[in-house]
């Protein structure tokens, strides 16, 4: 499993990736590719101890979760995957094996949601002001330790949108409010933001 996820991280984390996010889906996909490596390590696992066989299983469990759950997100997809897997693992007499793969999805999910994605569109910002907006919104989310993974200004449309990572230690309310309070009113928009 270390050697799948290590593997994976390779893939999700290369250099020219980090360029092209623009949106909170993109800045998620690398939790979403090492997930599917430990979900795909751990399938192997299974199928190399009891053959075949147990493979049609699981494409068979993985069909069904596939079109008839409604889960809102490929990562929770995935969790659910990993749950379904970890049972079937259990169910199949292998505890020390379950208890393994359950520790590690638990600190990978620990890991990689410790720092949440979010999206903000700050729209409705005085005319000619956006760049000035801009500045003071960057300003407090630097203040706040969230890491900004991209930035785009439309100055037609009074708009600016950013995508950034929160860090462990504030909560989504206390980013919220701090934009409220401490950007200037001259330059303030309307927020719109969405969590993943």
Same mark, same amino acid.
């Given at each position: 499993?270390?050697?799948?996820? &290590? #593997?994976?991280?390779?893939?999700? $984390?290369?250099? %020219? +990736?980090?360029?092209?996010? =623009? *949106?909170?889906?993109?800045?998620?996909?690398?939790?979403?590719?090492?997930?599917?490596?430990?979900?795909?390590?751990?399938?192997?696992?299974?199928?190399?101890?009891?053959?075949?066989?147990?493979?049609?299983?699981?494409? &068979? #469990?993985?069909?069904?979760?596939? $079109?008839?759950? %409604? +889960?809102?997100?490929?990562? =929770? *997809?995935?969790?659910?995957?990993?749950?379904?897997?970890?049972?079937?693992?259990?169910?199949?007499n292998l505890p020390a094996f379950a208890v393994l793969a359950t520790a590690f999805a638990f600190v990978l999910i620990y890991i990689f949601d410790g720092h949440p994605?979010?999206?903000?569109?700050?729209?409705?910002?005085?005319?000619?002001?956006?760049?000035?907006?801009?500045?003071?919104?960057?300003?407090?989310?630097?203040?706040?330790?969230?890491?900004?993974?991209?930035?785009?200004?439309?100055?037609?449309?009074?708009?600016?949108?950013?995508?950034?990572?929160?860090?462990?230690?504030?909560?989504?309310?206390?980013?919220?409010?701090?934009l409220c309070e401490q950007v200037p009113q001259d330059v303030r928009g309307e927020i719109d933001w969405s969590i993943e």
């Open positions: 499993m270390i050697l799948a996820v &290590g #593997l994976a991280m390779v893939i999700a $984390f290369h250099p %020219t +990736t980090r360029r092209t996010i =623009d *949106t909170r889906e993109e800045a998620e996909l690398p939790k979403i590719y090492i997930m599917y490596a430990l979900i795909g390590a751990v399938i192997g696992v299974i199928v190399l101890k009891y053959g075949n066989v147990i493979g049609f299983v699981i494409f &068979g #469990l993985g069909g069904l979760m596939r $079109f008839r759950s %409604t +889960t809102g997100s490929a990562r =929770d *997809t995935g969790r659910l995957i990993i749950v379904t897997l970890i049972g079937l693992i259990a169910g199949l994605v979010c999206s903000l569109e700050v729209s409705e910002i005085p005319k000619g002001r956006v760049n000035d907006a801009a500045a003071q919104y960057r300003r407090v989310l630097d203040e706040l330790k969230c890491t900004l993974i991209s930035e785009s200004k439309s100055h037609g449309k009074g708009r600016i949108e950013y995508v950034f990572r929160i860090p462990r230690h504030v909560s989504e309310q206390q980013v919220y409010k701090t």
